[in-house]
């Protein structure tokens, strides 16, 4: 599906990717889940492009998949105008070297026996980077443009030391060091505390918008992904259900599910702490159990006779804006 590129190059498109496992239920049998359905997204180049959805929507599986860290069973993924789908691992060191990826937990992800100025080091030595001067020369740079001060003394620290705060910036040094073009962030603030989490949000902005870097932006958070995000695409049980500019999306939903979402943020006035607020009723289905048409239809307050039996498709509704819901078109 072709999705609108706006004025910047296109960096990363996915067409039609899915990602099917297969699930072992006993000795003999198994099931199939699909993790991810036939997903499109163009993430432009130095855009920051947010995917929103519950827990168990597929959003971090799309992450990986547009990096190659998981290879699509269905679809193709192309990054910088090449398909690189089915590339052996061997001829993908380009992008290897242009990709990285932040993860959430800022506890897990960063090797506890290794120093933090050896942890931001290791993208270069895994890229051929002999010369040790220049590395420490990056590596110091990387603690600098992340807020980590004075670099040579936060380099010497093991990550104990680090509030998670720092520890998730320490990560976001050593994605940067290698200068990527494009980053994967999933979910990096939500495992810290609020004065962090706005340090690490204007760190990201900044290395955005000095260095160009192109980011997908995984969260819950709404409110993070409208000050960090340009685009957002919001996901449903494996599907992207509405794509447009953050704040015509979040200001006017047009999906019933991205309705439920924004509903369901509470607001910082004293006057709405005995309101009711609205709530996206019952749980998500499981992914091995799909319902049949539209996958929102069991919760949706607005369905109606169309919506068990035909699918949605993602249409383009208005300017920018693509939604999947037989009330629109």
């Known amino acids: 599906m072709e999705l609108d590129d706006g004025m910047r190059r296109r960096l990363v498109v996915l067409d039609g990717v899915g990602m099917t496992y297969r699930v072992r239920k006993g000795f003999l049998r198994s099931s199939a889940v699909r993790a991810v359905d036939g997903v499109d997204i163009v993430v432009h180049e130095g855009e920051a492009f947010a995917l929103v959805g519950e827990s168990g929507s597929g959003k971090t599986t799309v992450g990986k998949l547009s990096i190659r860290l998981l290879k699509p069973t269905e679809g193709r993924v192309i990054y910088d105008g090449a398909d690189i ?11 290897r070297r242009e990709t990285r990826m932040i993860f959430q937990d800022p506890y897990s992800s960063i090797n506890p026996y290794l120093t933090v100025g050896e942890t931001v080091e290791e993208p270069l030595i895994a890229h051929g980077v002999e010369d040790r001067e220049k590395r420490l020369e990056n590596v110091y740079r990387a603690l600098e443009e992340v807020r980590l001060t004075p670099p040579q003394d936060v380099a010497a620290k093991y990550p104990h030391l680090l509030s998670g705060g720092m520890r998730q910036r320490a990560a976001i040094a050593r994605a940067i060091v290698i200068k990527p073009r494009y980053i994967v962030a999933d979910e990096p603030v939500s495992m810290i505390d609020a004065s962090s989490k706005a340090e690490v949000l204007d760190v990201m902005k900044r290395l955005q918008k000095e260095h160009g870097i192109a980011f997908l932006y995984i969260s819950h958070d709404l409110a993070t992904t409208r000050y960090f995000a340009e685009k957002i695409a919001v996901m449903y ?21 991205t309705q439920g979402l924004v509903a369901s943020v509470p607001e910082p ?15 998500p289905p499981s992914p091995r159990n799909i319902p049949p048409g539209c996958r929102f239809h069991p919760r949706c307050p607005k369905a109606f006779e169309r919506c068990p039996r035909e699918d949605p498709k993602l249409q383009k509704v208005d300017g920018n804006r693509y939604v999947a819901c037989h009330l629109y078109g």
């Open 85 to 95: 789908t089915n590339l052996p691992e061997k001829h993908l060191t380009k992008l």
């Open 269 to 283: 006035d004293p006057s709405n702490r005995f309101v009711e607020r609205p709530a996206i009723v019952g749980e």
């Open 237 to 257: 049980l494996g599907r992207i259900v509405e794509v447009g500019d953050v704040d015509d999306v979040l200001s006017e939903p047009l999906h019933p599910y």
